[in-house]
């Protein structure tokens, strides 16, 4: 609050709107007029004909601009638009699933749609003009998606899914009672993952401010080994996208071995080297060879499932998901120095949600006529080569080792409901730490 404040301090004097706006339009869809409103989200002022929308945000926006994607353009050019055209909601926001009752509009002469980073003070204008130069905007940037969005599309299961009221009967996200092993449901409804488990194994604090979506200080837990590592995943992330489908080459590597950059990691000296190592590498293990141009390859998908026993919803990012014939293959890819000997699924409790996952058909497809289920890969990356190894998801014992370990990464994180902070030599790499009550005095400054 004290950043927002701080941020709008200067600001021109405007008025503060306790109510909504939003706008409707009539669109004909096969001859059939139908009404769409689409509304703003976000902190509303006026007056002196101007009309501000301000949008909190966690992090610092200083210098963002050149940053946004074309959705974040699509969508600022979406809110202008409305600004322009916007009426007050007066009708009561629990009757959603009724039409919206508009107020009367009063016309504005400027608009300006400003974000406000929270953490710093920061202050971004995205976009500030005339009405008409919104509706143009809408018009360039906005009005394809709109008409993509209205259309609709394929679902998309991932992080979200967890908040979403109705993830209890979406066809995406399948439902397996009794999946994470743990009942009584908690007073709300959490997503859960691996990662969640392991940062709250480190400390219960540091995973609820992490899930509370609060910036995070990423430079403090990137050792050179985990950027390293994030950029030899980003780099076969990208191979694995290209369309039409191939398999990775050797000479896919980095060029520049001592220096290169993979998405947003950036390395050099030793662990540029090992990294360039570890992408040739891969084009010996990699799974698309012999796969056809248009194969089912899917690098970096979210499998979801719900449990509704604990009122869960389970998510794994998989490294690649990709279908063989008439069998799916879920691979995990680790980029470790030296090859760890010790049991897999202890090593990386991960491949045991992975083989859950696989053997209760949370894969897309593969309760389809014709498939023969999931099967898990383990490749491992090490500075002496390669080594691919084959999970059997059908070996009783395994899986039940594999359910074994899931439920007791899950279980005292399901029924904790204070996560208190357990200081330690974690702390110096919290990424959360400036949120944390129990921080020590030299993080507190």
């Known amino acids: 609050m004290r950043g927002y404040l701080a941020a709008v301090a200067g600001s021109e004097p405007l008025t503060p709107v306790s109510r909504d706006w939003a706008r409707q339009r009539t669109d004909l869809e096969d001859e059939v007029p139908v009404v769409h409103e689409e509304t703003v989200t ?55 699933q009724q039409r919206l009752t508009l107020g009367r509009f009063t016309p504005v002469t400027h608009i ?5 980073g929270c953490v710093d003070a920061s202050r971004n204008v995205l976009f500030e003009g005339t009405p008409e130069e919104a509706h143009h905007r809408y018009v360039r940037m906005a009005e394809a998606r709109v008409r993509a969005v209205k259309a609709g599309g394929d679902y998309l299961p991932g992080q979200g899914c967890g908040a979403c009221e109705l993830v209890d009967i979406c066809p995406a996200v399948p439902s397996r009672p009794g999946f994470l092993g743990v009942d009584s449901p908690p007073a709300r409804r959490r997503s859960w993952s691996m990662t969640t488990a392991r940062d709250y194994r480190t400390c219960p604090a540091r995973a609820h401010l992490k899930d509370l979506f609060l910036p995070r200080a990423e430079a403090a837990e990137n050792t050179p080994a985990i950027v390293r590592g994030q950029a030899v995943h980003t ?88 279908r063989r014939t008439d069998t799916w293959f879920l691979r995990e890819t680790k980029t470790v120095r030296s090859l760890d000997e010790s049991d897999p ?39 002496s080569g ?11 014992e395994l899986l039940a080792q594999a359910r074994r370990i899931v439920t007791e990464h899950a279980t005292h994180w399901h029924a904790d409901e204070e996560y208190v902070a357990r200081p330690g030599k974690h702390c110096e790499t919290c990424p959360v730490i400036q949120w944390c009550p129990s921080r020590p005095e030299k993080s507190a400054a």
């Not at 946004?68 to 916007?86: F, H, R, S």
């Not at 390669?386 to 009783?396: A, I, Q």
């Open 235 to 322: 780099a076969i992330e990208e191979l694995h996208s290209r369309s039409p489908v191939r398999a990775c080459a050797s000479t896919d590597a980095p060029a520049t071995p001592e220096h290169w950059r993979a998405g947003r990691w950036e390395v050099t000296g030793f662990q540029a080297r090992l990294g360039t190592q570890m992408v040739g590498d891969h084009a010996l293990v990699c799974p698309l060879h012999e796969l056809p141009g248009d194969a089912q390859v899917y690098p970096e998908r979210s499998l979801v499932v719900h449990d509704p026993d604990a009122d869960v919803v389970v998510v794994a990012k998989t490294d690649l998901l990709y």
């Open 112 to 116: 300006r749609v400003v974000e406000i």
């Open 386 to 396: 390669p080594v691919l190894t084959e999970l059997d998801g059908d070996d009783g």
């Open 345 to 383: 699924l202890l090593a990386y409790p991960q491949l045991a949600l992975a083989l859950l996952l696989a053997h209760e058909g949370a894969v897309p497809g593969t309760t389809e006529e014709g498939t023969t289920g999931c099967r898990v890969e383990l490749e491992r990356l090490t500075g």
């Open 42 to 96: 976000g902190r509303r002022y006026e007056g002196d004909g101007i009309r501000e929308l301000r949008i909190p945000r966690f992090k610092s926006v200083a210098g963002r601009s050149g940053d946004l994607t074309q959705g974040e353009w699509a969508e600022t050019a979406l809110a202008a638009a409305v600004l322009a055209d916007a009426r007050p909601v007066l009708s009561p926001r629990w009757k959603s």
